[in-house]
């Protein structure tokens, strides 16, 4: 039997690649919601071949694309969203980022703020220097280069509140949080780091009229962007599961506040097996493969940073 996992999604841009793989790996696992998992992993009898699929930010391709299909099988799932995006009409930061020049972002970000780091900023991707900030200082940027660039609003990408209370009434997608600003929250003060986490849960309750037992870290990468801080706050706040970005088949050593999931976004039904079946291994081998990657620089970064 197949050890169970808990799937990661983002956007989806090609819904026949998307349908094929669920049918495919229906094959293989029994679809489950979150309820369910949350009741298998409690029980700690986390029996194999279950799969709980997640969708993090809620870009529009979840309502336009994966939702029909999911609706179509009958398959459950669970969408992470910021309610002051939603609200707001308001893109995420990286997604704001996504239509800069970003040889020009990354030159304005490195002179804005060279002078806080012991090392030539210059080396580092954009996103690494950037996920070593704040919110507000990430924010900030944007907004500078914006005005410097006079760029344009960009348009509103992700779904609506009409849409998110037609997904939450659907009795088949459970909403979870996943913060107010998607900030990196190990870069947070204690009192940022509690209000993104307890308000984006609170909000969206008010905004959905349902209890909300889920929460998915922004990023999700254990220590470097959340730890026992954060486990804390959500417990507080009765959180029941939590959602890491580690990549890794669910096992008995795993808090149920940083469950591991598999992030899967393209490829033939080939490579998404290997990449469930190797998944700690698969992001070993990347990091063996290319010299630097974000976590590794975001560590220097780390550790070179005066403060801010
Ligand atoms: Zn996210």
């Given amino acids: ?32 919601s979150a309820t369910d998992l949350n009741e298998v992993v409690l029980g700690t009898r986390i029996s194999n071949g279950i799969c709980h699929i997640t969708f993090d930010d809620g870009h529009v391709s979840f309502y336009n694309k994966a939702y029909p299909i999911l609706k179509k099988h009958g398959f459950p799932a669970t969408l992470f969203i910021s309610p002051e995006k939603i609200i707001r009409r308001e893109n995420y930061w990286f997604q704001r980022v996504r239509s800069f020049s970003k040889a020009e972002f990354h030159h304005y ?41 006079n760029l344009p609003e ?23 949080a996943h913060t107010m600003n998607h900030p990196i929250l190990a870069n947070e003060d204690d009192s940022t780091a509690r209000f993104e986490i307890t308000k984006s849960i ?11 037992r889920y929460f998915a870290y922004p990023n999700g990468q254990p220590v470097l962007d959340f730890g026992a801080r954060e486990e804390n706050f959500l417990k507080e706040s009765g959180i029941r599961l939590a959602f890491s970005t580690s990549s890794d088949q669910l096992k008995p050593a795993y808090s149920l506040f940083a469950l591991p999931r598999i992030g899967i976004s393209k490829g033939s039904i080939g490579y998404v097996n290997r990449k469930i079946r190797f998944a700690k291994h698969w992001i070993g081998l990347r990091n063996l493969m290319h010299r630097t990657t974000e976590d590794k620089e975001r560590k220097i970064l780390s550790q070179n940073r005066r403060n801010l």
């Fill in 154 to 176: 960009e348009e509103f990408i992700n779904i609506d509140v009409d849409q998110l209370l037609e997904i939450a009434d659907s009795g088949l997608i459970e909403i979870g």
């Fill in 1 to 32: 039997m197949n050890k169970s996992i808990v799937l990661m999604f983002h956007e989806i841009h090609d819904e026949k690649w998307f349908d094929d793989t669920l049918n495919h790996l229906s094959r293989k696992y029994r679809f489950v």
């Fill in 109 to 149: 970000v490195c002179s804005q703020i060279q002078d806080k780091f012991d090392v030539e900023l210059g080396k580092y991707g954009v996103y690494s220097i950037l996920k070593s900030m704040p919110i507000s200082v990430i924010n900030n940027f944007i907004e500078g280069f914006r005005n410097i660039k």
């Fill in 202 to 212: 609170s909000d969206l309750q008010s905004l959905i009229k349902r209890d909300v």
